[in-house]
């Protein structure tokens, strides 16, 4: 049985503790919640545009589609922005207005540019995707891949990778209630052997399950 490597809720707090210095302690806080809650890979990450999450009212919504073009194996797929996680965007936003970042004449959200990505770089840009011969877009995404490791070694959390952040979504989903069919719903995930994956027990689980069989 393969050993995966979960976040726990600690280790979600010391993720964005470790990374809240300023200037970008509010984005990493946003950025960090953006992929282990909304389960996104690190190309949506990159390609998610701040009108697929607001209303032009400037009002985050409660619930959102995942567009076709950017997301996972190209499913469309609806997700939650939950009242638990909305105050760390919204503080996002209001930092991203002081520094004036992809600024609009117009009211509408909140005087920014609705095309514009939703989560921005150290140069306050899009992330943007590298050529990848082989056209997978989350190889293509190694700028954000490499951002959301430089936020896990900050934490000095060991044996987590990017793809830890979704993997926690979609286990933290099944431990919910969620069933194969609603799993692949909310994670875009065709396959049972790759949710199976995702969800098999950690190693401290695995240590309990020993200790249980063997005591």
Not at 79 to 100: A, G, H
Not at 156 to 162: C, Q, S
Request: aromatic share 14%; charged share 20%.
């Amino acid at each position: 049985m393969p050993v995966n490597k979960f976040f726990t809720e600690i280790e979600i707090k010391e993720l964005i503790f470790k990374n809240s210095t300023l200037p970008f302690g509010y984005r990493n806080a946003a950025l960090i919640l953006g992929a282990v809650y909304w389960g996104l890979t690190p190309s949506e990450l990159s390609l998610l545009r701040l009108k697929d999450v607001m209303h032009e009212e400037g009002v985050f919504y409660k619930a959102w589609i995942v567009p076709e073009s950017i997301a996972y194996n190209g499913f469309a797929r609806e997700l939650q922005t939950s009242d638990k996680i909305l105050p760390f965007f919204e503080k996002y936003m209001k930092w991203r207005s002081s520094f004036n970042i992809f600024p609009s004449s117009s009211h509408l959200f909140r005087h920014s540019q609705g095309q514009s990505p939703f989560f921005i770089n150290d140069i306050y840009r899009a992330y943007k995707l590298s050529p990848s011969k082989t056209g997978n877009p989350d190889s293509q995404a190694k700028s954000m891949s490499n951002k959301l490791m430089q936020l896990i070694g900050n934490a000095n959390i060991n044996g987590a990778t990017p793809s830890t952040f979704r993997d926690t979504f979609v286990r933290e989903m099944y431990k919910k209630g969620c069933q194969y069919n609603e799993l692949k719903l909310v994670s875009g995930i065709r396959k049972k052997e790759t949710i199976d994956r995702k969800i098999s027990p950690n190693e401290i689980e695995l240590c309990n399950i020993y200790q249980s069989i063997f005591t």
